[in-house]
Nanobody
Framework: VQLQASGGGLVQAGGSLRLSCTVS????????MGWYRQAPGKQRELVAD???????TYADSVKGRFTISRENNKNTLHLEMHNLNPDDTAVYFC?????????????WGRGTQVTVSS
């Protein structure tokens, strides 16, 4: 398995969760990493991503509540989620956009369910 996500679960509104994604070294060291989510009946959307240089972007809906980070010595991507609300309920996916010699390759992990109760 090249991307393995963990950390989802059930939490009450206002609570926090931390998602982690362990990535094979060859991919992690050459990829922009991100978290996407897909709620029932909706399209998959970008939650946050972080470049190889550490530059981050966030969806407007999670700014100020979520923090994405790379733990380079462990080839691990994290997503700290605070002040969760029911609209955050979705399956969260870890994604790698690997760039080698200008060619992009996409890698997806199996999703992890996050459920926020009101």
């Amino acid at each position: 398995v090249q991307l393995q996500a963990s950390g989802g679960g059930l939490v009450q509104a206002g609570g926090s969760l931390r998602l982690s994604c362990t990535v094979s070294m060859s991919i992690f060291n050459s990829a922009k990493m991100g978290w996407y989510r897909q709620a029932p009946g909706k399209q998959r959307e970008l939650v946050a991503d972080v470049s190889l240089t550490g530059r981050t972007t966030y969806a407007d809906s999670v700014k100020g509540r979520f923090t994405i980070s790379r733990e380079n010595n462990k080839n691990t991507l994290h997503l700290e989620m605070h002040n969760l609300n029911p609209d955050d309920t979705a399956v969260y996916f870890c994604h790698a956009d690997r760039i080698v010699l200008g060619t992009h390759s996409d890698y997806w992990g199996r999703g992890t369910q996050v459920t926020v109760s009101s």
